[in-house]
């Protein structure tokens, strides 16, 4: 059924308008946040675009997942760090039969990591690192040091070898923070079976990428939108990909 409400509107319950059927044994979703004229940053970054409400929607996504999926560019460029909630959002999780904490799981071909930064906590969840046989060895060797590295692929990562990897260890709540060129490649592999797209009021002008960048698709794909829902002007749109 498709709405246009007020997130916080009477009536409007934000994990229900997200949650994800418990007998749906596998389930990606990707989120993005972008301008009315269809860009994903300004100055380089996704946080001019946002919202309070967003921050919201995002966080449950967040904390409605057992990984977060996100390509090494966007980790590079936002400074990811592992994910460890506490509180309410803690309470949250725990709620929903999830793990304290979600995985991070990165997607890197070159592996040029901080090992210092954020990325690689010592306390689990250990963080994931995808990449294919193409990467550097050295490198490799030296990610293992700090992260569980899953080399799917032989030339470049397979994406679709990279969703069964993730899925044997149980990991089946799939949140895949972009940025858009993994998303390409994951809309390539058709692997991505929810869009949740946050569209600000904002024009921001020519530059910044839309939210599939780099590879091209080989025809548009298809979506079916489940809801709308807005604050502040901001637009929360929920779709699924329809995989023909
Ligand atoms: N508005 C939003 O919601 C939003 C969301 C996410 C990101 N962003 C913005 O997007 C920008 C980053 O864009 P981006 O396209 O560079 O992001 P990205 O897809 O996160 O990063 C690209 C890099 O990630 C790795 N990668 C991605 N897909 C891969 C694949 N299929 N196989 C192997 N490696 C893969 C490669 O890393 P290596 O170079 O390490 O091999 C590649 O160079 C940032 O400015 C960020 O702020 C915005």
Redesign the pocket.
């Known amino acids: 059924m498709r709405s246009l409400l007020p997130i916080a509107a009477e009536g409007v319950d934000l994990e229900a308008s997200y949650a994800v059927a418990a007998d749906v044994p596998w389930h990606v979703r990707v989120?993005?946040?972008?301008s009315a004229d269809g860009?994903?940053?300004v100055d380089?970054?996704?946080?001019g675009?946002g919202s309070a409400g967003d921050r919201r929607v995002f966080a449950l996504l967040r904390d409605l997942s057992d990984v977060i999926v996100?390509?090494?560019?966007?980790?590079?460029?936002?400074g990811y760090a592992a994910p460890r909630p506490t509180g309410r959002r803690l309470d949250r999780r725990r709620r929903h039969g999830l793990p304290d904490a979600p995985t991070l799981a990165?997607?890197?071909?070159?592996?040029?990591?901080d090992p210092e930064g954020g990325l690689f906590p010592d306390d689990e969840p250990r963080t994931v690192v995808?990449?294919?046989g193409a990467?550097p060895p050295e490198r490799r060797a030296e990610v293992a040091r700090h992260a569980d590295v899953l080399v799917c692929?032989a030339a470049?990562?397979d994406?679709v070898a990279a969703a069964a990897a993730l899925r044997d260890r149980g990991l089946s709540r799939v949140h895949c923070?972009?940025?858009?060129?993994?998303?390409?490649?994951?809309l390539r592999?058709r692997v991505v079976d929810e869009l949740c797209l946050?569209l600000a009021p904002l024009l921001t002008g020519p530059g910044?990428?839309r939210?599939v960048?780099?590879v091209g698709l080989p025809a548009p794909a298809q979506m079916v939108l489940d809801h709308v829902l807005e604050e502040d002007g901001y637009l929360f749109l929920r779709y699924q990909l329809l995989h023909s």
Not at 31 to 34: A, E, L, M, V, Y
């Open positions: 989120s993005f946040i972008s860009a994903v940053t380089g970054r996704a946080g675009l996100v390509g090494a560019g966007t980790a590079r460029a936002e990165l997607v890197s071909e070159r592996l040029a990591f995808i990449t294919s990467s692929g470049a990562v994406l923070e972009g940025g858009p060129q993994l998303f390409a490649t994951a592999a946050t910044a990428d939210i960048a780099g």
